[in-house]
Structures are given as structure tokens and as C-alpha cells.
């Protein structure tokens, strides 16, 4: 069993009739086993359908329509209308929701991460590209057209988690070429807050038997990183982790932020350096380029074992 | 995006919260009148945003209007962290008998705002909580439900602070943490919060950061506080390169094709997206490149705009070549960036095989990108060269091999 999705898993995109909601939603029909978009909101749009899928004006009609619950929602609106969409995913009774929009501001993603944390429903994101299990289903942008997705992602034991959408599937892809295949690869977004951590995915694939690695893309901003490292400490993970830390130049440039809305360093704990050394003390390996991590992936694994 | 002290004090007060007697002078004239109509001893202090105004000089006291005068003469013409000054704050000078301090930040980790309160003003509170934890109080607050006073009251509460001190204070810290969440501040600050002779209490300053992403909807405060859309207000000032990259990239709404950081040099970076652009800027220097920017292009921008960063970054002086690399894209179209770029050379006259030192884009639309690219005799690579072999060829490309080692 995969993490988080999987080809039974239904969803809705909110914001369908979007421009780029419209390719995501024929990305995600058409690669591996296809997945089960069983409706696309837009208000005021009721009765359309984008390649197949029928559109509605709420999450309710959708869930009506379906018939019973909807497990997840990809919401794509714009991001002074996420908030709102948001919940109403969340309280038609959806328990997954993979937020792509970028430039909410933090004081809405802490509401619906409350929400959501009320009502047991996990978010993803938000400014992410989703959730991948290659050759199965993916659920948004992630790796783009499903033969773009297909050539970067293959099956196989590495667990991916990043904070760039674009880096979880130039890790993949090389993860791929090296025969390393990935069992889930998670981009869980570049904001200063986000509905999942690095730690809060680690128990997922702790529980899955697929796993036996993980891989995670980490730049400078937040306290992410160090509480990955306590995580993998206190509770003796089984899975060795090898990390790549991008933006090392931004600790020349303090105040500055490139790259991500995350990447904004708020204290003395959230430099490249800093995090570099934390996660090392955590006896996760940091890499200093991409091409370096299949090779530690292996000989980490045949440590493990 | 960080407010000026005059502009922080302006918020404060809008949130019902009691200050000093202040002006913003703008000249040594104005200065004079503010402390005239102050009639008492005074404090003169540089607008700037930046730290350690105190050590650079750029806070003063003064007894009389000429003094604060001649002060604001002196501070107004005074570089501090290479900005000048907007203009000084003329505050009277408040008999105050003891600092507190309160704050409201963001925690990522649990996702929540929290207030910090302290019995120990005046200094940083970093400082505060390394050397003395136990005067530092946290408590996390619900964005979900209204703020209810109660919570500041236990978390000064919790210090020991009790009487008339606590009630007054009370108020002060819960409007703060309304402000905080009503502004869509990352940071909302008063250090030092004042105790005065007579028992009530006063912000002497404030410090408050307001987040880029909330800038279209706070537009009234902005306004009202007479902050324009090109104030960018980052660590230091935009430079001219910089705000043409914003124009390019505002130009049209498909995607981006912007967020340029100047550096001074000779290898051109047209490179994305986001985490990309870090690996690869990363990647440049670490074999030894000099990269003339930093950019970030992402999210399928028009063929216009990669065109206009493209233009942007050639004609930079002192660029010699472009490298245009990102990592492998989802919906940004290789073929539109190949274009992009090509059409630049172009119009410029360059002949883009000798220009772009190589162009790592892999994804979709490539294999209509890669033709493009052959038939102009561009360097090209697909997902099989890494990020950092991409950067090396570059920066090879300009700079010649690597000497060998000396024997």
C-alpha cells in the first residue's frame, strides 16, 4: 500500500475550468492506472465537464452526485478564493486535500490547517505539485504530462519528500536513471507554513513495507528541518535519509528570500549551514549535488539491512 | 515586508494602543517645531530599516528645540547599513520607570501564531530568551476563533506580573495580537513597552513586518500609510536592473518570468524554477562561475516574457554569455523558453549558438524544444546531464577548462 493515495482513491479538483486545472485534470486521467476524478467545482459552471469529468457549483453537489464520500480535493483557485474552498472540501467531509495555489498568505493556511486539524483531514501544501505513486496515480501537476511523468518516475523502494515541486521530480528522475525507483514522492510545498512536514509524512512511510528509503529536498527558512532530525532521533527510524540542501548562497545575503515564500530567514536557526548541521547530527547524509544521492541512497540501504 | 518605526507606530496606534507624543520631520526645521510643541526633553531617531541604529549613532537625545535641531541635521544626512534615512522620529522623552516587552510571531512548526511577552524590555529578545528563559513568556493563540483577552492575561500572568500592571497591559498585548492577524503581519512588536511614573503604560517603539503575499489585500493600510506598489522593501534597495526584471515580468499574467537579484558577474543566469534556481545559482558557484543575477522562471510564462528576461540578462553589462537551465519542468513548455530565448539573441543581433553557453531544460514539450534549439546550433541537454554538470559546462563554456593542478 502506497502513502496517502492510491488507484482507489477519488478526488475532485476545485477550480477545474482554470487554465492549468484543465491540463492537470487530463494529466491525472491519463497516467498509470488512471485516476478517479469523480468532479470538478467552479461556481457557476454547473453541468460542463472537462475531459469527462462533470463540473458543479459546490463540493456538496459533487459528493451527491458521487453518491458517497469523496476522499481528497486538488484545489487550483486563485488565492484570495482558497481559503473558502478549502473549506468547503473539508466540511463536505473530504479527508485529503492537496492545495496547489501559491501567495496565500500565512494567516489563511493557519486557518484551514486548524480547520483541518479539527476535523482530521490532512492538507498537502499549499504552492505544491502534489502527490505521485509512479506507474499507479498521481494526484496534480507533479512530473507534468503522464509521458513526462512516466520517463522521471518508476516503482521501487525510495520514499521522495520535497519542498519544490520542480526538485521532487529532478530527484526522481535521477533516482530513476540510477535504477532506484520511488515508492511515493510527496512535494509538500515551498510556504513558511504548510498542512504537512517532513515529520509528519515520516510515520507514512515508516508504516509502508515499500519504503525502505528516503529522499527529501530542503533549502534555508523554518524549523522543518531540525524537527525531521528530532523526529528521526526520538523515534529510532528504520529509514535512512539522504537530503539535499539548496540555497546555500542565501546565508552570504541574511533578509533576503529566493526561490520560495518558506525560504525567508526568520532566525539564526534557519540558515543552509544550521539546518546542514542539524540533520547531520541526525546521521541523515547531506548530499552536495543531485547526482551523489542514488549512490548514497544504495549504500545506506545495504547498511540498513 | 518590513515598516519604518514612524509607520509601525502609525499601525499601533490605529489598534487603540497609548504612545508618546511623536512627529516625523523630514527636515532640521521640522524637528525644531515637533519638539516645540513636545515642550519637554525629547528623543531624536533616523528612519531606517535597518538594525543597530543606537551604534551608528542615529539616535539622539535633546533638552531643547535647538538641540533636537541640530541632532536632526546631523541624523538626516547619516548612511546607516548603507540606507539613508527617511526621515527622524522627534519622540517625547517619557519618564518611564520600567520595559516590558510583547511580540507576536509565527511558529511553523505548530503552525500558530504566538505572543511573547517579557519583564525584561529594551534588549533583544533573543538575547532575552537565551540568557533568561524564565522571563519569557509564549503562549499560541487559534486563528480560527476571535481573540479573546483572556490569553494575554494569562501570558503576562504567568511572569508574576499582577495589579494595575496586569490590567493595563492586558488590553495592550490582545490589541496586538488582533493587529497581527487583522495586518497579516509576520511580525508585530513593541520594545520597549513602557511602565511609566504614573502607572500607565506606553509603546516607546514598535516594529512590525507585513507579509509580501498579503500586499494586494491590505491595500487600504498600505495606501493609508503612504507605501507605494514599487516599494519592495527587502533587505536592501532594488536596483535598477532589479525593477526592469519586475516590469518583464508584469508585463503579461502566464507565469513568471522575474524575481531578479543583481550580482556583478559575467555569466548571464536565465534559470527556474524555484527550488531549481537555488540548486543551480548554487551549482554555478560551486564550480568556481561568477553568475551576473539570480532569476526565476516558472509556471508557463508567454514566449514575451522569456524574452524580455533573456534581453534583460544579455544586456546586463559585463555578461558574456547566458546560461538558460532549470530543473525538469511540469507545465512550463520547454519549446516557449527555447523560443524565448533564441528570439533575444536574435533581436540583439547575437548569434544564439555563441550566446547561450548551454541550455538545460528537460520536460514537457522538449522534444519540440530541442528541435528548435538544433536548428540554431544551441547547446542543448536532457534530464540525463544533472543540474550541476549543466552549471560546470557553463561555466567552462565562459571561463575555459579548469588549469591543472600545478605539479
Not at chain 2, 34 to 40: D, K, L
Request: with cysteine.
Amino acid at each position: 500500500m502506497p502513502v496517502l493515495i492510491d488507484e482507489t482513491t477519488t478526488f475532485i479538483v476545485q477550480g477545474i475550468t482554470g487554465r492549468e486545472a484543465v491540463n492537470l485534470t487530463r494529466e491525472c486521467l491519463d497516467y498509470g492506472k488512471g485516476a478517479k476524478i469523480v468532479g470538478g467545482v467552479t461556481p457557476g459552471r454547473l453541468g460542463r465537464d472537462v475531459h469527462g469529468v462533470p463540473v458543479f457549483d459546490t463540493v456538496a453537489q459533487a459528493v451527491e452526485h458521487h453518491g458517497s464520500p469523496i476522499d481528497g480535493s486538488v484545489v487550483t483557485v486563485p488565492p484570495s478564493f482558497t481559503k473558502d474552498a478549502v473549506f468547503e472540501a473539508i466540511e463536505n467531509g473530504v479527508k485529503l486535500v492537496v492545495i496547489v495555489t501559491e501567495r496565500i498568505p500565512r494567516g489563511d493556511v493557519a486557518q484551514m490547517v486548524e480547520l483541518a486539524s479539527e476535523r482530521g483531514v490532512r492538507i498537502i501544501g499549499p504552492n505544491c505539485l502534489g502527490i505521485i505513486v509512479p506507474d499507479v496515480v498521481k494526484m496534480g501537476g507533479i512530473g507534468g504530462p503522464a509521458k513526462d511523468a512516466a520517463k522521471s518516475y518508476t516503482p521501487g523502494p525510495v520514499g521522495v519528500i520535497s519542498r519544490s515541486g520542480g526538485m521532487t521530480t529532478e530527484m526522481s528522475s535521477t533516482l530513476t536513471a540510477a535504477g532506484l525507483g520511488q515508492s511515493t514522492a510527496v512535494s509538500i510545498g515551498g510556504d513558511a507554513i504548510i498542512g504537512s512536514t517532513y515529520a509528519e509524512l515520516m510515520p507514512l512511510f515508516e508504516a509502508d513495507p515499500e519504503t525502505e528509503a528516503i529522499v527529501i529536498y530542503t533549502e534555508p527558512g523554518g524549523r522543518m528541518e531540525a524537527e525531521l532530525a528530532r523526529w528521526v532521533t526520538e523515534n529510532k527510524s528504520r529509514l535512512p535519509i539522504v537530503a539535499f540542501m539548496a540555497g546555500r548562497f542565501m546565508d552570504e545575503m541574511p533578509g533576503m528570500s529566493f526561490g520560495h515564500a518558506g525560504t525567508i530567514v526568520e532566525g539564526k536557526e534557519d540558515t543552509a549551514s544550521e539546518k546542514i548541521a542539524r540533520l547531520a547530527e541526525a546521521g541523515i547524509v547531506v548530499a552536495g549535488e543531485i547526482a551523489e544521492i542514488p549512490g548514497i541512497v544504495r549504500d545506506r540501504m545495504g547498511a540498513a539491512v | 515586508m518590513r515598516f519604518f518605526e514612524y509607520e509601525s507606530r502609525a499601525i499601533v496606534a490605529k489598534a487603540g494602543i497609548p504612545m508618546t507624543k511623536h512627529g516625523l520631520a523630514k527636515t532640521a526645521d521640522e524637528a525644531r517645531r515637533i519638539a516645540e510643541q513636545i515642550a519637554g526633553p525629547v528623543v531624536i531617531k533616523s528612519q531606517v530599516l535597518s538594525g543597530g541604529r543606537m551604534k551608528a549613532g542615529g539616535v539622539k537625545f535633546a533638552d531643547t528645540p535647538d538641540e533636537a535641531a541640530r541632532h536632526a541635521e546631523h541624523i538626516l544626512d547619516l548612511e546607516i547599513g548603507g540606507h539613508m534615512p527617511r526621515g527622524v522620529l522627534v519622540d517625547s522623552r517619557a519618564p518611564v520607570q520600567h520595559e516590558y516587552y510583547a511580540g507576536v510571531v509565527w511558529d511553523g512548526l505548530r503552525k500558530r501564531p504566538v505572543m511573547l511577552f517579557s519583564d525584561m524590555g529594551g534588549i533583544d529578545i533573543e538575547e532575552v530568551a537565551e540568557q533568561h528563559p524564565d522571563h519569557v513568556a509564549r503562549r499560541h493563540f487559534s486563528t480560527l476563533r476571535p481573540f479573546s483577552d483572556w490569553q494575554a492575561k494569562q501570558l503576562i500572568a504567568s511572569l508574576g506580573v499582577s495589579g494595575s500592571a496586569l490590567n493595563r497591559l492586558t488590553p495592550i498585548v490582545a490589541r496586538l495580537a488582533r493587529l497581527f492577524l487583522a495586518y497579516d503581519m509576520t511580525l508585530a512588536e513593541i520594545n520597549p513597552l513602557g511602565e511609566l511614573e504614573d502607572g500607565s503604560f506606553v509603546a516607546l517603539d514598535a516594529h512590525m513586518d507585513m507579509e509580501n503575499e498579503a500586499r494586494p489585500r491590505q491595500k487600504a493600510l498600505l495606501h493609508e500609510l503612504g507605501v507605494g506598489d514599487e516599494e519592495t522593501r527587502q533587505a536592501r534597495e532594488p536596483t535598477p536592473f532589479e525593477l526592469a526584471g519586475e516590469q518583464v515580468d508584469s508585463q503579461d499574467h502566464r507565469g513568471v518570468a522575474g524575481n531578479v537579484t543583481e550580482f556583478d558577474g559575467n555569466l548571464g543566469l536565465v534559470i527556474g524554477a524555484g527550488g531549481g534556481s537555488l540548486t543551480l545559482f548554487d551549482a554555478v558557484r560551486a564550480h568556481g562561475g561568477d553568475p551576473a543575477n539570480y532569476c526565476e522562471i516558472g509556471g508557463n510564462p508567454s514566449v514575451r516574457k522569456a524574452c524580455g528576461l533573456a534581453k534583460l540578462v544579455l544586456q546586463k553589462p559585463g555578461v558574456d554569455k547566458i546560461a538558460v537551465m532549470m530543473s525538469i519542468v511540469s507545465n512550463t513548455r520547454v519549446d516557449i523558453v527555447a523560443r524565448g530565448v533564441i528570439k533575444a539573441c536574435v533581436e540583439l543581433g547575437y548569434d544564439p549558438a555563441e550566446k547561450i553557453a548551454i541550455f538545460r531544460i528537460p520536460g514537457a514539450w522538449e522534444d519540440e524544444g530541442f528541435q528548435i534549439l538544433d536548428r540554431y546550433g544551441v547547446e542543448y541537454a536532457d534530464r540525463s546531464v544533472s543540474l550541476h554538470e549543466a552549471a560546470r559546462r557553463a561555466v567552462e563554456k565562459i571561463q575555459g577548462p579548469p588549469a591543472p593542478a600545478a605539479v
